[in-house]
């Protein structure tokens, strides 16, 4: 059952935020990362090592978003900085 959690604006507009208790990834590095016609692809994997000793990298999430959000994100990562 998804409970409603707050609400963001985007523009003009107030969006209900639903959480589902959706369990967090763990990602270590990009495995993708491309911008073309206005669109951000970004893919991110999680590296793991079987009892082998043979390292993997396990892709976990797949974005694909604006430039303009991509963008957000890239200046709200760089706010943490500071």
């Known amino acids: 059952m998804a409970r409603t959690v707050g ?13 589902e208790n959706i ?23 999680a590296v793991t090592q ?9 892709v976990v999430v797949s974005l694909r978003m604006s430039e303009d959000l991509a963008f957000s994100l890239c200046r709200a990562l760089r706010a943490l900085q500071e």
């Open 7 to 19: 609400k963001i604006k985007d523009g003009d507009d107030w969006l209900v935020i639903f959480d």
């Open 23 to 45: 369990k967090p990834l763990h990602v270590d590095i990009f495995t993708e990362l491309f911008h073309e016609e206005g669109l951000v692809r970004m893919s991110f994997a």
């Open 50 to 58: 079987h009892g082998d000793g043979a390292k993997k990298a396990d």
